[in-house]
Nanobody
Framework: QVQLVESGGGLVQAGGSLNLSCAAS????????MGWFRQAPGKEREFVAA??????RTADAVKGRFTISRDNAKNTVYLQMKSLKPEDTAVYYC???????????????????WGQGTQVTVSS
Protein backbone atom coordinates (compact mmCIF):
# COMPACT_ATOMS: atom_id res chain seq x y z
CA GLN A 1 0.00 0.00 0.00
CA VAL A 2 1.45 3.31 -1.10
CA GLN A 3 1.64 5.98 1.57
CA LEU A 4 2.95 9.52 1.43
CA VAL A 5 3.62 11.46 4.62
CA GLU A 6 4.45 15.16 4.51
CA SER A 7 6.23 17.04 7.25
CA GLY A 8 7.88 20.40 7.85
CA GLY A 9 4.98 22.79 7.59
CA GLY A 10 4.37 25.55 10.08
CA LEU A 11 4.04 29.26 10.71
CA VAL A 12 6.70 31.62 9.40
CA GLN A 13 7.02 35.34 8.84
CA ALA A 14 7.17 36.78 5.36
CA GLY A 15 10.68 36.51 3.98
CA GLY A 16 11.38 33.38 5.99
CA SER A 17 12.08 29.82 4.92
CA LEU A 18 10.62 26.36 5.42
CA ASN A 19 11.67 22.93 4.23
CA LEU A 20 9.03 20.34 3.48
CA SER A 21 9.65 16.61 3.26
CA CYS A 22 7.53 13.81 1.89
CA ALA A 23 8.40 10.23 2.78
CA ALA A 24 6.96 7.58 0.47
CA SER A 25 6.50 3.92 1.27
CA UNK A 26 4.89 0.85 -0.20
CA UNK A 27 7.06 0.30 -3.27
CA UNK A 28 10.03 1.74 -5.14
CA UNK A 29 9.57 5.30 -6.35
CA UNK A 30 12.83 5.92 -8.19
CA UNK A 31 11.11 5.98 -11.59
CA UNK A 32 8.05 7.93 -10.42
CA UNK A 33 7.33 11.55 -10.93
CA MET A 34 6.94 13.12 -7.50
CA GLY A 35 5.40 16.50 -7.00
CA TRP A 36 4.11 19.18 -4.70
CA PHE A 37 0.78 20.92 -5.04
CA ARG A 38 -0.90 23.44 -2.77
CA GLN A 39 -4.41 24.53 -1.98
CA ALA A 40 -5.37 27.81 -0.36
CA PRO A 41 -8.81 28.33 1.20
CA GLY A 42 -11.45 28.79 -1.46
CA LYS A 43 -9.05 28.01 -4.29
CA GLU A 44 -8.31 25.02 -6.45
CA ARG A 45 -5.32 22.83 -5.80
CA GLU A 46 -2.44 24.13 -7.90
CA PHE A 47 0.88 22.84 -9.13
CA VAL A 48 4.00 23.94 -7.27
CA ALA A 49 6.84 21.71 -8.45
CA ALA A 50 7.56 18.20 -9.66
CA UNK A 51 10.60 16.09 -10.37
CA UNK A 52 11.44 12.93 -12.28
CA UNK A 53 14.66 11.32 -13.44
CA UNK A 54 14.83 13.52 -16.54
CA UNK A 55 14.33 16.83 -14.82
CA UNK A 56 12.00 19.05 -12.84
CA ARG A 57 9.51 21.86 -13.29
CA THR A 58 8.53 24.69 -10.99
CA ALA A 59 5.49 26.93 -11.14
CA ASP A 60 6.13 30.50 -12.24
CA ALA A 61 4.69 31.82 -8.97
CA VAL A 62 7.46 30.17 -6.95
CA LYS A 63 10.31 30.02 -9.45
CA GLY A 64 13.54 31.27 -7.96
CA ARG A 65 12.22 30.84 -4.43
CA PHE A 66 11.26 27.16 -4.19
CA THR A 67 13.49 24.19 -5.03
CA ILE A 68 12.39 20.59 -5.38
CA SER A 69 14.76 17.69 -4.87
CA ARG A 70 14.59 14.00 -4.10
CA ASP A 71 16.57 11.24 -2.46
CA ASN A 72 15.68 7.94 -4.11
CA ALA A 73 17.56 5.94 -1.52
CA LYS A 74 15.22 7.36 1.11
CA ASN A 75 12.10 7.45 -1.08
CA THR A 76 11.78 11.10 -0.08
CA VAL A 77 11.04 14.28 -1.98
CA TYR A 78 11.81 17.72 -0.58
CA LEU A 79 10.58 21.25 -1.17
CA GLN A 80 12.90 24.00 -0.02
CA MET A 81 10.98 27.25 0.27
CA LYS A 82 12.70 30.62 0.64
CA SER A 83 11.55 34.24 0.59
CA LEU A 84 8.07 33.13 1.57
CA LYS A 85 5.15 35.45 0.94
CA PRO A 86 1.70 35.59 2.55
CA GLU A 87 0.24 34.34 -0.73
CA ASP A 88 2.20 31.11 -0.26
CA THR A 89 -0.11 30.25 2.62
CA ALA A 90 -1.83 26.95 1.80
CA VAL A 91 -1.99 23.28 2.55
CA TYR A 92 0.88 21.64 0.69
CA TYR A 93 0.36 18.16 -0.71
CA CYS A 94 2.87 15.63 -1.92
CA UNK A 95 1.91 13.34 -4.79
CA UNK A 96 3.41 10.57 -6.86
CA UNK A 97 2.62 8.86 -10.11
CA UNK A 98 4.12 6.62 -12.74
CA UNK A 99 4.68 7.40 -16.41
CA UNK A 100 4.13 11.13 -16.01
CA UNK A 101 6.08 13.04 -18.60
CA UNK A 102 7.72 16.41 -18.16
CA UNK A 103 4.91 17.94 -20.19
CA UNK A 104 2.15 16.55 -17.98
CA UNK A 105 3.65 16.84 -14.52
CA UNK A 106 1.78 20.06 -13.81
CA UNK A 107 -1.56 18.26 -13.98
CA UNK A 108 -2.87 16.96 -10.68
CA UNK A 109 -5.07 14.38 -12.42
CA UNK A 110 -1.93 12.57 -13.58
CA UNK A 111 -0.87 11.73 -10.04
CA UNK A 112 -2.11 8.52 -8.44
CA UNK A 113 -1.30 8.88 -4.76
CA TRP A 114 -1.50 11.85 -2.42
CA GLY A 115 -0.39 12.67 1.09
CA GLN A 116 -2.62 14.15 3.74
CA GLY A 117 -1.09 17.61 3.41
CA THR A 118 0.85 19.94 5.66
CA GLN A 119 -0.18 23.50 6.51
CA VAL A 120 2.13 26.36 5.62
CA THR A 121 1.15 29.76 6.98
CA VAL A 122 3.11 32.90 6.12
CA SER A 123 2.33 35.96 8.20
CA SER A 124 2.83 39.49 6.92
Amino acid sequence: QVQLVESGGGLVQAGGSLNLSCAASGRTFSTDTMGWFRQAPGKEREFVAAIRWSGSRTADAVKGRFTISRDNAKNTVYLQMKSLKPEDTAVYYCATGQTITMLLMTRRDRFDYWGQGTQVTVSS
